[in-house]
Each structure stands twice: as structure tokens, then as C-alpha cells.
């Protein structure tokens, strides 16, 4: 969503800005002895959150998203919030 993204392929998007993790998160949060969840879909990202914030401690809820849907989805939103606004 940045601006800089109108250069395109000039800059290195997945590197400079996505962070594509090459870590197990779930390794690291067992080193740090904290709850781990990899929720698949909403309704388990909503119980992982409900459990973790039910639990004492930390919880690491890790949500793995697809960069270019979610650009996708937040253009289509905003086209869509753009256009019922009156001119």
C-alpha cells in the first residue's frame, strides 16, 4: 500500500517490505516457552485469540496472509468506499 510501490519491479518489495520470515516461529516461541497458534482460516483466528488472551502469558498467534489478495481485497474496498461517497 505503500507510494513506493509505483516504481514496480525497480524495488524489491518482498525483501525491503513483506519480511518473508525464513524462521520457524514455531520453534522460537517453544525456545521462549510461550503458546503458539497457526490459525487456518477466521473461525480459528478468532479462538486463538479468545484461548490466548484467556491465558495467562504470552501467545503467539501467527497469521500467514497472500500479499496480493490482500491487495487486491483493499483496492476493491476502496473503489467501493470511493464510489458511494458523494462527489
Known amino acids: 500500500f505503500l507510494p513506493i ?3 514496480g519491479d525497480a524495488v524489491d518489495h518482498e ?7 525464513r ?3 514455531a520453534g522460537v516461541a517453544g525456545l521462549a516457552g510461550v503458546r ?3 490459525p487456518a482460516d477466521a ?3 478468532a ?7 484467556a491465558a495467562p502469558g504470552v501467545t503467539v498467534v501467527h497469521v500467514r496472509v497472500d500479499a ?3 491487495l487486491a481485497q483493499h483496492r476493491a474496498v476502496t473503489a467501493a468506499v470511493a464510489a ?4
Not at 15 to 21: C, E, I, N, V
Not at 84 to 87: D, E, I, M, V
Open 5 to 7: 510501490a509505483r516504481h
Open 15 to 21: 525483501a525491503l517490505f513483506r519480511t518473508p520470515q
Open 23 to 25: 524462521t520457524a516461529i
Open 36 to 38: 503458539y497458534a497457526a
Open 43 to 45: 473461525g480459528a483466528h
Open 47 to 53: 479462538a486463538a485469540v479468545t484461548d490466548g488472551l
Open 68 to 70: 496480493e489478495a490482500n
Open 84 to 87: 458511494a461517497l458523494p462527489a
